[in-house]
């Protein structure tokens, strides 16, 4: 329980050194262009509750369900700064898990199965840095959208423990492995206005760089009260890995997909 609290308190000042860069960065670069008050920030916490998917290099598929998650006591958080002047953005998103999955699944099986080899247990670590500048193509009543290009960095670290069977016994192994990985993105994000209170916030963007192809989708709804705002909503996030990839030794491709609530502060 100590370890989780610890990892969440690194989270948490984590992200706010992160907020506290991009707002001075902002303010110092800009600051020729108009006085502080043009400037728009936000900055937001979000509980994200995921499924997290995916296929190893073993050949097997895992599936960490929300439930097996809680029941490890490991979650998944995110949060989130935005700078805004007129048109013009910057963004930083961070994401950090830490979750487990110890399911037994058979990688292969010899002759009247005298012979099998099973991935008994994987445990994932990851963070997933997204910091992004976009410009507002459109700004009209009912619509707001923007197109971004950024960045995705992702690092992950994984355990894993293998059961080998054979006619002399049993034996068990726990090979391990960390890997990181940059990707170029390129996107659109925005806001269907219903009214003055209530929103349809929307996200998409794709890239490739370090990975085949990573992409993410998120969709939801908004309610503003006075300078907060809460967000529900879902969000999709995944990775496919070539070989030769950063982190292609462990997987084949990676899934994390979840309803998420949160809240955004405006000011």
């Known amino acids: ?6 990892k969440i308190l690194k989270f948490g000042l984590f992200s706010l050194f992160l907020s506290l860069i991009v707002h001075t960065t902002a303010q ?3 600051a020729n262009e108009g006085a502080p008050s043009s400037w728009q920030f936000s900055a937001g916490i979000y ?30 958080f995110m949060g989130m700064f935005t700078a805004r002047k007129d048109r013009f953005s910057l963004l930083a998103d961070v994401i950090y898990m830490d ?7 058979l990688l292969f099986s010899g002759p009247l ?25 459109l700004d009209a009543e009912i619509l707001q959208l923007d197109l971004l290009v950024g960045a995705r960095y992702l690092y992950i670290e994984t355990e894993t423990k293998l059961r080998e069977v ?35 916030p929307f996200h998409f963007d794709v890239g490739t760089g370090d990975t085949d192809l990573t992409w993410q989708a998120f969709g ?25 990839d950063p982190g292609g030794e462990i997987f084949d491709d990676l899934y994390i997909s ?9 000011f």
């Open 166 to 200: 054979r006619p002399l016994g049993t034996r068990d192994t726990s090979p391990s492995e960390s890997n990181d990985a940059w990707d170029g993105i390129v996107g659109a994000r925005g806001n269907v206005k219903l009214n003055e209170k209530w929103s349809l």
């Open 47 to 76: 509980l994200w509750t995921p499924d997290v998917k995916g296929e190893t290099t073993l050949g097997s598929d895992f599936d960490i369900s929300f439930s097996d998650i809680i029941d490890n006591l490991d979650i998944a």
């Open 1 to 6: 329980m100590k370890r989780q609290i610890g």
């Open 28 to 30: 110092r670069v800009f």
């Open 258 to 266: 979840g309803p998420v609530l949160g809240l955004r502060y405006l």
């Open 99 to 105: 979750i487990e999955d110890d399911s037994d699944h």
């Open 220 to 244: 939801g709804i908004g309610y503003t009260i006075n300078s907060v705002e809460l967000v529900a909503g879902y969000r999709h996030l995944e990775w496919d890995f070539d070989d030769s």
């Open 113 to 137: 199965n005298q012979v099998s080899l099973s991935l008994i247990n994987i445990e994932m670590e990851a963070w997933v840095i997204t910091p992004a500048a976009a410009y507002t193509v």
